[in-house]
């Protein structure tokens, strides 16, 4: 029943970017790859993740904070009985005649809350009174499961279908969310530990791998694209790789290593179901010791008065 804000060190007034950030340090810090030879590091990962969880969560984090749920997302005791949390529940002593509370700032009167809660004028046997369980706490939930999911660069931009084994064996299926980055985690209702009331969930939370050549830039993906000198003076078309599939790429006539062309719909998929962009950057390569284009240069240079830096003041 750990305090989720202290978990992941953060105050209770963070905004959601802050806590996002705190939770991807300690994530990356303490993951089980990481650390192998420290099992304190793996359940400090599970608790970081049980955390971000709930307060990433608007509706979870606001009935925490008012105390309806605690640190496992767990059904607080009704009004605070028990101690309660700051924020909710009784607050003070009864009042003269053992009839009124203050509960969340305001003077309530208890017959009231019973006749209200019951149809009467308080707890009766056989409708709801203490002796037939009023202020019983639901049964809690099984503990929720972490899991760490390694997507390859092309199955993320693709949002290829991924298989993933779970503790107790069995495996799913799942199709990854638009937008899915490192961080981006996924909920399996009922996938977790079993519980008195039920099952909880299993966490997936999605690690993206880098790529030998491609290049993540928000939803756009970058790719430098090696072209002879052949090719850049004459143009035309050649074949490029993209996350999907290669495609013809037409280069213009006399193209400058560092020139950027733009392949639509290549990217990543973005939240709103559209895609980012592949932006292709051409690198002229040019052969070591090779004489003929020494000695081409080198006629050609001759009879090229131009200054390539001349834009630069120098």
């Known amino acids: 029943m750990a ?24 994530a990356k810090e303490l993951h089980p790859d990481r650390n192998k030879d420290n099992p304190k590091a ?11 969880d709930l307060l990433s ?27 309660g949390r700051p924020g909710g529940g009784f607050r003070g002593g009864a009042a003269p005649g053992g009839q009124n509370f203050e509960f969340n700032g305001e003077n309530v009167d208890v017959g009231d809350l019973f006749e209200n809660m019951f149809g009467g004028g308080g707890p009766q046997p056989g409708r709801g009174g203490f002796a037939s ?5 639901p049964q809690p939930k099984g503990a929720n499961i972490a ?16 298989r993933i084994v779970l503790a ?12 899915v980055e490192t961080g981006t985690q996924m909920r399996l209702a009922g996938k977790g530990e079993p519980g008195p009331g039920g099952a909880g969930d299993a966490i997936v939370t999605i690690e993206v791998a880098s790529h030998r050549f491609f290049v993540r830039e928000g939803d756009d993906v970058r ?55 592949q932006l292709v950057t051409l690198m002229i390569e040019l052969p070591a010791d090779d004489a003929d284009l020494q000695r081409f240069v080198e ?16």
């Open 3 to 26: 305090d989720p804000y202290a978990t992941l060190g953060v105050e209770r007034t963070a905004d959601e970017p802050s806590i996002k950030k705190a939770y991807r340090k300690l």
């Open 42 to 52: 793996s359940e400090r990962f599970s608790q970081a993740t049980q955390a971000y």
């Open 57 to 83: 969560d608007k509706d979870k984090r606001a009935r925490f904070d008012r105390g309806e749920i605690d640190g496992d997302g767990n059904p607080a005791a009704p009004f605070g009985f028990g101690g």
């Open 133 to 137: 369980g009023f202020g019983r706490r």
């Open 147 to 162: 899991y760490r999911l390694s997507v390859s660069f092309v199955d993320a931009a693709t949002q290829a279908p991924q």
């Open 168 to 179: 107790d064996g069995t495996t799913l299926d799942l199709k990854l969310p638009a937008g």
């Open 223 to 277: 790719l430098d694209l090696p072209v002879s000198l052949a090719e850049a003076v004459r143009g035309g078309a050649i074949r490029a790789p993209t996350v999907d599939k290669p495609v013809n790429l037409t280069i213009p006539k006399g193209a400058s290593s560092g020139r950027v062309l733009r392949l639509k719909g290549k990217g990543f998929t973005r939240k709103d179901g559209g895609r980012g962009d």
């Open 299 to 314: 006629g050609w240079a001759a009879a090229d008065a131009r200054d390539p830096r001349a834009a630069l003041g120098m």
